[in-house]
């Protein structure tokens, strides 16, 4: 998707999916080193069928608001 979002891919067997209303939530990656955030939720599809889901990457944020997020250590 244009406008620096990523497409999530959603696990047909997951608990708990994006939905309309969790924008802003933190998108986590997880495998055996841990978990992380990779970015935050912008869209979520509003079919119940879809499952959808777009985010904006960690660096795009830190493009947009160095002042704040430069400065939380890694």
């Known amino acids: ?5 990523v497409q999530l891919d ?11 209303g969790y ?12 978990d992380v955030v990779v970015g935050i939720l912008a869209v979520a599809s509003r079919d119940g069928d ?9 660096a795009q944020l830190v493009d947009a608001w160095p002042e704040v997020l430069e400065t939380i250590p890694a």
């Open 1 to 5: 998707m244009g406008a620096g979002r």
């Open 10 to 20: 959603a696990d047909s067997e997951a608990a708990f999916r994006a939905q309309p």
């Open 23 to 34: 924008s802003g939530s933190p998108a986590v990656a997880a495998d055996a080193a841990g």
């Open 50 to 58: 879809a499952r959808d889901a777009y985010a904006i990457p960690v």
